[in-house]
């Protein structure tokens, strides 16, 4: 049984720093896609980041792209999103999600399979 745990959140005030992470098992964490989507309060779930199995290769949603940071750590079958100049408009639950591929694809769920139940990061202005 595959299973996504996420943990990092909490409340920061506006241009401080989060880091989230989320450890994964019941799965071939190497050859994995991975990525960290985000819902906020009455808004559908939207994409932020994703990674390859690798990390060589990343993707950001333009609203972070110069702010969150992907990264992975495969002896550790973990996954970061370092969240830096949080704002306001971060504010959501954010999951962590898992592909059966080692690639992301650039659109829809973006080749994600597996899902975590989610940690609540809240920015206060």
């Known amino acids: 049984q595959v299973q996504l745990v996420e943990s990092g959140g909490g409340l920061m005030q506006a241009g401080g720093s989060l880091r989230l992470s989320c450890a994964v098992s019941?799965?071939?964490?190497?050859?994995?896609?991975m990525g960290w989507f985000r819902q906020a309060p009455g808004n559908e779930r939207e994409f932020v980041a994703v990674?390859?199995?690798?990390?060589?290769?990343?993707y950001y949603a333009d609203s972070v792209k110069g702010r969150f940071t992907i990264s992975r750590d495969n002896a550790k079958n973990t996954v970061i999103l370092q969240m830096n100049s949080l704002k306001p408009e971060d504010t959501a639950v954010y999951y962590c999600?898992?592909?059966?591929?080692?690639?992301?694809?650039?659109?829809?769920?973006?080749?994600?399979?597996?899902w975590g139940k989610g940690t609540l990061v809240t920015v206060s202005s």
């Open positions: 019941g799965r071939p964490f190497s050859s994995s896609a």
């Open positions: 990674i390859n199995w690798s990390g060589g290769t990343t």
């Open positions: 999600a898992a592909g059966k591929r080692p690639y992301f694809n650039t659109g829809g769920d973006y080749g994600m399979d597996y």
